[in-house]
């Protein structure tokens, strides 16, 4: 594809040579003379200066040089995003049903569904338009899956699942799966029945191997959009926002509510029944404690989690404490002196 071509696609201005032919993307670093690179921070301009790539997507205020060839953009990294998925698409699978396919009865399979080698789809399940079910895949029954929805091998859900169009599960996944919910009685812990719901909204992707837990009672619910890394565990009766990103290795206990365009980072814990207020940033390894209220728009990290103005205050003081520790030692040393010299006096 050549720049100008790219541009126009984009809805871009570009500037230099506009006939250079394009076949790919690559870091500024890799980047050679036919391939798309991004400029999304300073870092990135300073790298840009020795960089080969043929073509910089650059924001509309970069000083260009008159030698590159460069289509300027509002959002470099998400236009670099596009032009990926332009050059990489998706490989396409034939719509059809493996002969391997476990069908059950009353099943609606709308056109051009693909179902893999050696999947499972339960009584009473409904798969939407253009819907990819992959290679030993388990869906129980009554489970709705919308229109456009990739399920990549080995992604278990449960009975009684509603998942919306657009929705990516990638491989290990499991929706569905019994919340943690036991209860005492005469020193033996009792299961705690589990028959609520899971309802996933629009274009949610949900990372390899996380787990999204049935509700105790009523739904346990992720809103449109939300975006879920591997290795992420939705605890029962928990409810995501709209548009929420939450990276590796985080848990939700029961109960927690989560409001729209919120950001957590990795190995986050939150402790049941907490909530996380619109546009809240958790910081990587933070620790929230259950009923906590993390306001709309703070950012908070640590454990237990807190304004990173005083996260950050807390750490310089603990840098601090060695040095502390040897002046009162010193200071001890000199009372000391003090002491065995008036005893003498």
């Known amino acids: 594809m050549r720049v100008r071509e790219l541009a126009e696609w984009l809805g871009a201005t570009f500037e230099g040579d506009g006939e250079r032919d394009l076949s790919g993307v690559a870091p500024l670093e890799t980047a050679g003379a036919w391939d798309v690179a991004f400029v ?36 470099p990294r998400t236009a670099f995003a ?33 179902i893999g080698p050696n999947a499972v789809i339960g009584d009473g399940s409904r798969i939407g338009l253009a819907s990819s079910i992959g290679a030993g895949c388990h869906i129980g029954k009554q489970v709705s899956l919308g229109e456009g929805c990739i399920l990549h091998p080995n992604v278990t859900i449960y009975d009684n699942v509603d998942i919306g169009r657009g929705a990516i599960l990638h491989a290990g ?27 996933i909204g629009d274009f949610v992707e949900i990372g390899a191997n996380s787990c999204v837990d049935r509700a105790a009672l009523g739904v346990t619910s992720i809103g449109e959009g939300t975006k879920l890394d591997n290795l992420v565990h939705v605890g029962h009766n928990c409810r995501i926002g709209r548009h929420v990103v939450v990276a590796a290795q985080t848990g939700f206990s029961g109960g927690v509510v989560v409001e729209d365009h919120a950001v957590i980072g990795g190995q986050v814990g939150i402790g049941d029944k907490a909530r996380i207020e619109t546009r809240a940033v958790l910081g990587s390894g933070c620790g929230v404690l259950s009923s906590k209220i993390i306001r709309a728009g703070e950012t908070v990290w640590g454990t237990p989690a807190r304004p990173l103005k005083q996260h950050l205050e807390a750490l310089a003081n603990l840098v601090r404490l060695p040095q502390l520790r040897r002046e009162i030692d010193e200071l001890k040393r000199q009372l000391a002196e003090l002491r065995k010299r008036t005893q003498l006096s």
């Open 40 to 75: 999304g921070n300073r870092k990135a301009a300073i790298q840009a200066e020795s960089s080969a790539a043929g073509c910089l997507l650059v924001s509309p205020d970069w000083p260009s040089p008159s030698y590159r060839t460069v289509i300027r953009v509002a959002e």
């Open 173 to 199: 996944s499991v929706i569905g799966a019994d919340g943690f919910g036991y209860v005492m009685e005469d020193d033996r812990w009792h299961k705690f029945p589990q028959v609520g719901r899971v309802e």
């Open 82 to 114: 596009r032009i990926s998925s332009r050059f990489h698409p998706n490989a396409e699978l034939k719509p059809g049903i493996h002969p391997s396919a476990v069908i059950g009865s009353q099943v609606e399979l709308g056109a051009l569904v693909y």
